[in-house]
Structure formats: structure tokens, C-alpha cells
T-cell receptor, first 111, second 116 residues
Framework: GESVGLHLPTLSVQEGDNSIINCAYS??????FIWYKQESGKGPQFIID?????DKRQGQRVTVLLNKTVKHLSLQIAATQPGDSAVYFC??????????FGTGTRLLVSP | GAVVSQHPSRVICKSGTSVKIECRSL??????MFWYRQFPKQSLMLMAT?????????EQGVEKDKFLINHASLTLSTLTVTSAHPEDSSFYIC????????????FGSGTQLSVL
């Protein structure tokens, strides 16, 4: 389940389960959204992006859903694997403005 | 995807010394690079935008004389932490925008700076 506190929100799942990581964004003018995966001690790795004219986009094992009405973004990972364990960040961008990162969610996958 | 190389990956230095971090785009030209700072269990905070051939644009609260940025070529940006102090200890990450890939940013592997 999820926990929020002084530490990063954490989602713990079993290997093979589907994972859903959520993100609430703040700027209603944002028109481009990206999900990044960051492993410990490494830089963020691009996973998938979506523009505001879409509400769903699928990649390999990943799906991003965008609900502009409630300013909500989610990342779905199918058949989660131990190698998916990492911190996941959503990021939003409005036009030519800078990319703004969310607070991040730690995904822990148990074998 | 495009590759961004960041060096060094880890550096330990004494208080008062300066440390230079390099960020290179290996297979594309990057007119714009970005420098981020990340504290443990926190998100990435943009420090400055590095523009090739011109002065960097710093975010509010970031001291430009403390964090010197040079973007002398289309493939290299450097961040120099001058007169480092323990509170400068952090994970520094660069990213570069590939002009041929729209807004996609590609990130370096980060530099863990520890100031003693």
C-alpha cells in the first residue's frame, strides 16, 4: 500500500502485480508531461511522455493516463518486476517554461 | 536514446575548495543544458539553465557566483562549485535537450558531492 510522511511515498507490490503510481500536478496550463524512473545514485531515465491533447498513451509494459479535469497523471506498470524498483517522478511543462518535477514515489517490488 | 555523460560520478573535497563537474552530450548537439540539485529523498530542483555561448539563467535563490556555469560548446557544459562548504553536499544532475527530439530531456548519471 501507499504511505506518506517524512519519507517519499512508497508503493509496495509483489512481482507480477500491476502497479499504479499517481501524480497530482499543479499548473492547469501544463501541456506536456513526462514520467521518469530514477534508480539509487543515478540520473533520471525517461519512461514515457504524453501531451495534453491525449488522455492515454501506451508503451512497453507502461501506460500513462492523463485527467486534465482533476489535474491528475498516473503511470501504470504491467507485470511489475524487481528491476522496476526505483523512485518514479512525474514532470510537467507549460509551453516554453521549465520542466517541473513532482515529489516522487518509491516503488518496491518484492520477489 | 541520446546519451549524456556526466563526470565525475562522485567527489569528496575539503571545505573551501572548488569542484568542477562536466556534462557532455555524446551523440547530439545541445544548445541548452540544465543543472539540477537533489537532496536525499527529495525531488530534482532546477538550479540554472545553461545556454551555449551566453550567460546561464539562474533560478531564484541560487547564487551565480557560487555555482559557476560555462557552456562553451554545443556538447559541453560545466558547473563549478566554488569555495564548497558542507551544506553544498548534494547530488548534482545535468540534463541536455536534444533539438531533434522536441522537449525530451536526457539526463546525466549525476555527481555525488561530499564536502568535508
Amino acid at each position: 500500500g501507499e504511505s506518506v510522511g517524512l519519507h517519499l511515498p512508497t508503493l509496495s507490490v509483489q512481482e507480477g502485480d500491476n502497479s499504479i503510481i499517481n501524480c497530482a500536478y499543479s499548473n492547469s496550463a501544463s501541456d506536456y508531461f513526462i514520467w521518469y524512473k530514477q534508480e539509487s545514485g543515478k540520473g533520471p531515465q525517461f519512461i514515457i511522455d504524453i501531451r495534453s491533447n491525449m488522455d492515454k498513451r501506451q508503451g512497453q509494459r507502461v501506460t500513462v493516463l492523463l485527467n486534465k479535469t482533476v489535474k491528475h497523471l498516473s503511470l501504470q506498470i504491467a507485470a511489475t518486476q524487481p528491476g522496476d524498483s526505483a523512485v518514479y517522478f512525474c514532470a510537467e511543462k507549460a509551453g516554453f517554461q521549465k520542466l517541473v518535477f513532482g515529489t516522487g514515489t518509491r516503488l518496491l517490488v518484492s520477489p | 536514446g541520446a546519451v549524456v555523460s556526466q563526470h565525475p560520478s562522485r567527489v569528496i573535497c575539503k571545505s573551501g575548495t572548488s569542484v568542477k563537474i562536466e556534462c557532455r552530450s555524446l551523440d547530439f548537439q545541445a544548445t541548452t543544458m540544465f543543472w539540477y540539485r537533489q537532496f536525499p529523498k527529495q525531488s530534482l530542483m532546477l538550479m540554472a539553465t545553461s545556454n551555449e555561448g551566453s550567460k546561464a539563467t539562474y533560478e531564484q535563490g541560487v547564487e551565480k557566483d557560487k555555482f559557476l556555469i560555462n557552456h562553451a560548446s554545443l556538447t559541453l557544459s560545466t558547473l563549478t562549485v566554488t569555495s564548497a562548504h558542507p551544506e553544498d553536499s548534494s547530488f548534482y544532475i545535468c540534463s541536455a535537450r536534444d533539438r531533434t527530439a522536441n522537449e525530451k530531456l536526457f539526463f546525466g548519471s549525476g555527481t555525488q558531492l561530499s564536502v568535508l
